[in-house]
């Protein structure tokens, strides 16, 4: 897999409002069983990165698949409607980042697995973390469609989710942004939704040129 190579073989990620470069280290994987929902795990190669909640695989059978992230929903980066919205480059850059970075990448299902658009419904473990716990502890997604989910992976994504929340990390950094029903730049100011806009803009050009 590709990864992010700067000088000294550092790693750039996004930690908070900041860019932060660090090292890249080898780490022995955690404990399988005590990490994953329950059920089928498919090992799968990551071919596509659409946005932060959304990518494209490669099952061991050469079949692909177009992969939504359960329980959360990241910032818009090409919607035919919404456009680019605060965070959303962010988001997919640090989903990027993530999966690159890996060893391993696998798949988790819940009891619906496919959506109303034929697209598979996962839980993505990177080196047998959960990517999108690890989002939501960013503050670059909020926890959605929880409805007839594993209440135990619920739980946990909630507890990520407050935990960002509590420290003004990312998406709730404004406290009108994020909303029940999604995203509303609308309610942020023209110069704070413009500066954030072209930040990340600029991480994705920044990230792009090292690549």
Request: glycine share 6%; net charge positive.
């Amino acid at each position: 897999m590709r990864t992010y190579k700067f000088l000294f073989k550092e790693i750039i990620y996004i930690k908070g409002e900041d860019i932060v470069f660090i090292r890249k280290k080898r780490k022995r994987l955690p404990n399988k069983k005590s990490l994953y929902s329950a059920g089928e795990i498919d090992a799968v190669q990551v071919v596509k990165v659409y946005d932060g909640d959304t990518i494209r695989v490669r099952f061991k059978n050469d079949k692909e698949e177009r992969v939504r992230f359960l329980l959360v929903d990241t910032p818009e980066t090409s919607h035919p409607r919404k456009g680019v919205e605060p965070y959303g480059e962010e988001a997919k850059l640090f989903t990027r980042y993530m999966i690159n970075q890996s060893r391993v990448v696998e798949l988790g299902y819940d009891a619906e697995k496919r959506d109303h658009y034929g697209r598979l419904l996962a839980y993505v473990y990177v080196d047998r973390k959960l990517l999108q716990e690890e989002l939501a502890k960013k503050g670059l997604a909020r926890v959605s469609y929880t409805r007839n989910r594993n209440p135990d992976m619920v739980r946990k994504m909630k507890e990520a989710e407050q935990m960002a929340k509590s420290k003004g990390k990312g998406i709730w950094s404004n406290k009108t942004y994020v909303g029940r029903s999604g995203y509303h730049p609308e309610k942020m100011n023209w110069i704070e939704r413009t500066y954030k806009l072209l930040r990340g803009k600029l991480l994705r050009v920044v990230l792009d040129s090292f690549v």
